[in-house]
């Protein structure tokens, strides 16, 4: 008999649940289920009424957790091979991150040009919900984040080459992934969601925002609507300035070719079309259950734009590395296995093929690893002349440039500025100061010794002026210098260079 695995995509306010038997290359959905956990009286509670069902409470799990409950960062590593870099990833995120090292779990996935995109999630966050599910339900084999999982899905597919974004637009925030060539390349929680618009409609309509979001459910809504309009107007232009930024730093190479939709708000008929507008493509509704050919029970009617990701969480098992495992570490060793039909016989095959195979790794292992360590030992070499150049001796490598780490760090004043004022308070103050509808962009900014230097593009010589003077209202900054401006090279925007010097 098949083995049954359950998906759970669990966000702020709902947990939706898909079981799915495993067959051949497909399989079947046999139930899902969509708890309100403020109904329910939390999620503890809703495990549990979801555990009621003896179906539900006996099958493996994967968990997808919302994007906003992880970091996620970027680096690069000059290898591919995954014991070295699991073994040099937490030395590469620990200046990255506003957690210690120890405290965190990471997994990655790769990308183009020897880059990692990593996902970083508190070790008692994965505690809590491996003892939350597994008191109620079944082992927990997976740890993913809800767009990841979803976007595996997507970019399995043959047609995958070239640039996308994937939306899941929730009640209140819309996850965002933008890939390009097979590869997340950006991952993103976005303040817009169906909550946003239902408010925006009913000052449209002059009614209350339970009408208005029975209105909107029954696509009851006037083809004009000021408010609403320009709610999803400003949506798209952030996104099409995250699409802007990434190609200016070289992170993404051509513009979306497709948009991709899911969650409550995809149908949302004037969203659609401002997105149409702004990147000149028609979004497509996904429906994971077509684009997989699954089977589901005759009985069970699935909405997919509202369970497609439950539905990538319970197809993850099968999704290879183009997703990330949070279930690493000192909790991998817990994971609940797959079970293979006819197991038995399956294993004395791979039994005999494993000894095969050890017999004749034997006669060549010595020679593979010389060879091997000789290459280590070069590369460890060069990287570490690269990086401590005036070191006489490389004794303990990763010792001496965790030193020459903190002593640039005491040099530059890198991470932290005053005792006071540190780059996370900065970056804060001048993303809450910066109006929305001015229209800037950022491409150079660096901090060393109490000194902010600031470099980007505005529409106007207006637009930089006001942000000069919103800058100067800041607690942190003594005063802020604007240097020379100049035309862009296409002429429509202005070049601007800050100088600001902290308290």
Known sequence: MPQTFLGLDIGPDTLKAVL????????????????????????????????????????????????????????????????????????????????????????????????????????????EWIEKVEAVLG???????SIAALAA????????????????????????????????KQIRSLAFGGAQITEALARDLSISTAEAEQKKLAGDYPSASPNTEDLCRRFCAELQNTIEFMKLNGSLNNNPTRLILTGGGSLFVPLQKELEKSFAQAPEILDLIRLRQLDTEESLRVQPQIMNTAMAAALRPFAGRKSFNLRQGEFAGKAARVHVEGQFKWAAIMA????????????????????????????????????????????????????????????????????????????????????????????????????????????????????????MKSRYFKDVVMGPTNLAKDGGKVNFDLRINTK
Do not use: W
């Open 20 to 127: 799915f038997a495993r067959k051949g290359t497909g399989g079947r959905i046999l139930d899902a289920r969509v708890l309100n956990i403020n109904d329910c009286g939390g999620i503890d509670e809703a495990l549990k009424k979801l555990a009621e069902d003896k179906k539900f409470a006996e099958a493996s799990c994967s968990l997808a957790l919302p994007p906003s409950d992880v970091i996620f960062r970027q680096i690069h590593l000059p290898f591919r091979d995954d014991s070295r870099i699991r073994k040099t990833l937490a030395f590469e995120l620990e200046p990255l991150i506003p957690l210690p090292i120890d405290d965190v779990i990471a997994d990655y996935v790769t990308l183009p040009q020897e880059d990692l995109m990593v996902a970083v999630l508190k070790k008692s966050s994965v505690a």
């Open 153 to 184: 899905q997507i970019m399995t597919e043959k047609s995958q080459g070239g640039c996308g974004i994937l939306l899941d637009i929730g009640a209140r925030s819309t996850a965002a992934v933008i890939y390009e060539d097979g590869a997340m």
């Open 139 to 145: 082992k927990v084999s997976v740890i993913d984040v």
């Open 352 to 471: 005999g093929i494993i000894l095969l195979l050890f017999a004749v790794n034997q006669g060549l292992d010595y020679q593979i690893k010389t060879r091997r360590l000789d290459s280590l030992k070069k590369q460890i070499a060069a990287t570490f002349k690269k990086d401590v150049p005036d070191a006489a001796n490389m004794v303990d490598p990763v010792q001496q440039l965790r030193t020459k780490l903190e002593e640039n760090k005491k040099t530059f004043g890198i991470y932290k500025g005053t005792s006071e004022t540190t780059v996370l308070n900065i970056l804060k103050e001048v993303s809450g100061l910066i109006a929305s509808s001015l229209d800037i962009v950022i491409y150079n900014f660096s901090y060393e010794n109490g000194v902010i230097n600031m470099k980007g593009e505005a529409k106007n010589v207006d637009d930089i002026s006001a942000m000069k003077n919103e800058l």
